[in-house]
């Protein structure tokens, strides 16, 4: 694959890359790689220290050595702009991935992130994991096939204000529910759990809701989450117009689907329908906060407006006087199943924070002694050159 050609002065509308995204804001953060002769890409799939990414002159195997890092929340992710290189070293993968038997092409740098849906690595660690980068909307699947679990909508929801993505919840498999008075009142209580976030039925067997939901993310960068067996792997053919991807039935005994995706691909949509491209990801069975407490705040917007309400403006809504947030739900304005649900997620969020900030106080304390340690061997040394002399 040749890379010295180098398209970034292209006009934004006609770029090779327009239809992965490339607009005036991302060929301003590429500018001085331009310069540099580097060539843009757009990672789509990131596997073992390689990645597979999108050029001008199609997809192309690149090695992601030059900008590995320790710290997870800046590892390569799928969604990232990039500026590619030429390797230093042959190789027979690059070879075969680069049209020929030159260096596999590099990842240089990362142009900055816009957007990033961050999750917890797991409750049990104190690090981030970037599932998505450069996402404008958030697709949260949500299969009708079983009975709604709210508080997890809330959580993904919670988790997509706080990217920096735009929400979008959409009602699966809504073939399954035959009475359309049941259909719009599931709607409308996922509606209430998600303040100012629209919602979407859809049914990808029968096509319905389908032409709705591609004019949304028509254009534009959207990723696809939701636990297994939302559907999510028939939703993202239905919008790419083929079987991209692999589609199982859910488990009879327990409803939960299996993994059929098991990367993180970006995948472009047809350009006949507005273009844009989708991310599709492994279903997420746990999804840990990271860093949310804004997205938990717009997740509960109502709640932050009672707030300001209350006597003291440090209320924590137990058992304070003159609780605004409390008297709501005496009075039913409020749901209790809300209010806790606030609490539970601002209570993981702060536990998380503060295993992180005593991670980095480790971290700190650890890399003070190595420096430490690297300043008397230095010294000694100095003493005994010294001495010899």
Same mark, same amino acid.
């Given at each position: ?28 953060? /590429? ?5 540099e ?5 757009? @990672? ?7 990645? *597979? ?42 070879? +075969?991935?680069?049209?020929? %038997? ?5 990842v240089? &740098?990362?142009?900055?992130? !816009?957007?990033? /849906? ?22 949260? +699947? ?6 709604l ?5 809330? !959580? ?7 990217s ?9 498999? &809504? ?8 259909? #719009? ?12 976030? %629209? =919602?979407?039925? =859809?049914?990808?067997?029968? $096509?319905d ?9 028509? #254009? $534009?960068?959207? @990723? ?14 239905a919008l790419? #117009?083929e079987? @991209?991807?692999? =589609?199982?039935? =859910? ?19 047809p350009?006949a ?6 991310i ?13 407490? $804004? ?16 006597? /003291? ?24 199943? !809300? ?17 992180? %900030? ?9 890399? /003070? ?5 690297v ?7 100095? !003493? $005994?050159?010294?001495? *010899?002399?």
């Amino acid at each position: 694959m040749d890379l010295t050609s180098s398209p970034a002065s292209f006009p934004a509308s006609s770029h090779p890359l327009s239809r992965y995204g490339w607009d005036t804001r991302v060929a301003d953060a /590429f500018a001085p790689y331009d310069d540099e002769g580097l060539t843009p890409a757009r @990672v789509v799939r990131v596997d073992r220290g390689r990645c *597979d990414a999108v050029t001008a002159d199609g997809i192309v195997r690149a090695s992601t050595a030059p900008v590995a890092t320790a710290d997870p929340l800046r590892a390569v992710c799928t969604g990232d702009w990039a500026a590619l290189g030429h390797g230093a070293e042959s190789s027979a993968e690059g070879g +075969a991935h680069s049209g020929g %038997d030159g260096p596999m092409p590099e990842v240089v &740098a990362l142009l900055p992130r !816009r957007t990033a /849906f961050v999750r917890s690595a797991s409750s049990n660690r104190s690090e981030g994991q970037v599932l998505a980068a450069n996402v404008d909307i958030a697709l949260i +699947a949500v299969s009708l096939a079983a009975e709604l679990e709210l508080p997890r909508v809330e !959580r993904f929801v919670a988790l997509a204000w706080t990217s920096g993505a735009r929400p979008l919840i959409v009602l699966t498999k &809504a073939d399954l529910v035959k009475d359309p008075a049941t259909l #719009g009142q599931l709607a409308a209580d996922v509606g209430e759990s998600a303040p100012g976030v %629209d =919602v979407l039925t =859809v049914s990808a067997a029968e $096509g319905d809701g389908l032409d709705v939901l591609a004019a949304v993310v028509a #254009g $534009g960068t959207c @990723v696809l989450l939701g636990r297994s067996g939302a559907g999510k792997s028939t939703l993202a053919n239905a919008l790419l #117009g083929e079987d @991209v991807q692999d =589609v199982r039935t =859910v488990r009879d005994r327990d409803g939960k689907g299996r993994h059929t995706t098991t990367t993180r691909d970006l995948l472009p949509l047809p350009e006949a329908a507005g273009g844009g491209v989708l991310i599709d990801t492994p279903g997420l069975r746990g999804v840990a906060l990271w860093d949310a407490e $804004g997205g938990v705040g717009s997740t509960f917007s109502e709640i932050e407006e009672l707030a300001e309400e209350c006597r /003291f403006h440090d209320c924590r809504h137990e058992s304070e006087p003159d609780c605004a947030v409390l008297a709501a739900v005496d009075d039913g304005t409020l749901a209790a199943r !809300r209010l806790e649900s606030y609490r539970k997620l601002l209570r993981e969020n702060a536990r998380i924070a503060a295993r992180t %900030d005593a991670r980095l106080r480790a971290e700190q304390k650890r890399r /003070f002694k190595e420096m430490s340690a690297v300043g008397r061997h230095n010294a000694e040394r100095k !003493r $005994g050159v010294g001495r *010899d002399r």
